[in-house]
Structure formats: structure tokens, C-alpha cells
T-cell receptor
Framework: QKEVEQDPGPLSVPEGAIVSLNCTYS??????FMWYRQYSRKGPELLMY????GNKEDGRFTAQVDKSSKYISLFIRDSQPSDSATYLC????????????FGKGTLLTVNP | DSGVTQTPKHLITATGQRVTLRCSPR?????VYWYQQSLDQGLQFLIQ???????AKGNILERFSAQQFPDLHSELNLSSLELGDSALYFC????????????FGPGTRLTVT
């Protein structure tokens, strides 16, 4: 079983839709949960991170972490064509270990 | 723009050759990380350096090595290249105590023919 599982999609939605992206994980040591956005042929861009369980909101983006279910989500409200990209979840156990373990990414297309 | 720079953008080389990828971290960041991204494996952690010292190793092949110099730039050396080494190689950096907040460079696309 992979440490982090993420549905590769592709996911296609109309402009303005609410998008839900999800990851599950198996390593209970993970404490930090990140979402990255990667445009084609570019480097991953950190969107937001969350420590432990709970919600975090940043503009149109909301990250949720449920450690009891080992499940994390990213919601995008009022999606825009510029949100079309691959979204990667990443996790880290904290302490002195800064290795990020990534999901394989979900390809999102927002259609005008 | 993350502030992390990588050179070159593209590399095309033959099997058996050796290449060096270069990374400059964001100003003030002491940690540098190297990742490999391929279609089948996704983004995989290779190695981390902190202020010139190796801190953590991932699934890095013995044919690969890295170092971080006193000016904090880092180089990833790939030798005896095989077709399967073709991938995107990313460098990331982070500040002290914020290793979960990693900022990625634009990557180097390596093609081994």
C-alpha cells in the first residue's frame, strides 16, 4: 500500500463550480499536510499547509484534515480556468524529518 | 516565481554519461531538497542538505550524489545514466524550522537517449 493515495483524475468542471480534491494516507506519523499546484512543465507551487487536524481557509481555497480517517481534502470555490493544473497533496511527519511524501496528483480542468 | 533557480532547464544526453544539475535556494534558506518526478512514480524525495551537511536521504540511487556548497547552492550529480533516469528533477528550499514549507524551482528536464 502506498503511503499517500490520490485519485489521478482527470477531473473536468465548469467555471464557477466547487472542486473537491482528496488524498488518503496510511502513515499515522504525518503531522503536516500540504497542497501544491503544478502547471504543465512548471515546478510545484505551495498553495497552503495545515498542521494536524482541522480546517484552513485562504481565499477561494479551503484545506481540511481528518487525522482519524487519514483523509485530507482541498476545496476550491468559484473555480476559474486559471485553476486548471495538477494538484498534489504532500505530507510530512515533522520534527527533524523534512522529507515530503507526495500523492501522484489530480489533473483538474476548469472549462469556461 | 518561488525564488529558487535551477540550471539548466533542459538536458539531453546519452546513456552512460554524467551530468550535473545546479540549484540556488531562496535568499536566506539553508535547506535544499532534491526530488525526481516521473510519470509512473510521481514526485520522489531524493536527498536533503542543511547548511552544507547531508540531513536526509530518500530513494537516491548510488549513481547519484549531491552536495551543498558554502554559498548554499547545491549540485546533483547523476552518473552512468540509464534511459530510466529520464525525468524532471526539482530542487526545493526551506527556511530554518519550516521544512514543511518547501518552495520549488522550475526544474531540469533530463532526457537520456
Amino acid at each position: 500500500q502506498k503511503e499517500v493515495e490520490q485519485d489521478p483524475g482527470p477531473l473536468s468542471v465548469p467555471e464557477g463550480a466547487i472542486v473537491s480534491l482528496n488524498c488518503t494516507y496510511s502513515n499515522s506519523a504525518f503531522q503536516y499536510f500540504m497542497w501544491y499546484r503544478q502547471y504543465s512543465r512548471k515546478g510545484p507551487e505551495l498553495l497552503m499547509y495545515t498542521y494536524s487536524s482541522g480546517n484552513k481557509e485562504d481565499g477561494r481555497f479551503t484545506a481540511q484534515v481528518d487525522k482519524s480517517s487519514k483523509y485530507i481534502s482541498l476545496f476550491i470555490r468559484d473555480s476559474q480556468p486559471s485553476d486548471s493544473a495538477t494538484y498534489l497533496c504532500a505530507m510530512n511527519s515533522g520534527g527533524s524529518n523534512y522529507k515530503l511524501t507526495f500523492g501522484k496528483g489530480t489533473l483538474l480542468t476548469v472549462n469556461p | 516565481d518561488s525564488g529558487v533557480t535551477q540550471t539548466p532547464k533542459h538536458l539531453i544526453t546519452a546513456t552512460g554519461q554524467r551530468v550535473t544539475l545546479r540549484c540556488s535556494p531562496r535568499s536566506g534558506d539553508l535547506s535544499v531538497y532534491w526530488y525526481q518526478q516521473s510519470l509512473d512514480q510521481g514526485l520522489q524525495f531524493l536527498i536533503q542538505y542543511y547548511n552544507g551537511e547531508e540531513r536526509a536521504k530518500g530513494n537516491i540511487l548510488e549513481r547519484f550524489s549531491a552536495q551543498q556548497f558554502p554559498d548554499l547552492h547545491s549540485e546533483l550529480n547523476l552518473s552512468s545514466l540509464e534511459l530510466g533516469d529520464s525525468a524532471l528533477y526539482f530542487c526545493a528550499s526551506s527556511g530554518a524550522g519550516t521544512g514543511y514549507e518547501q518552495y520549488f524551482g522550475p526544474g531540469t528536464r533530463l532526457t537520456v537517449t
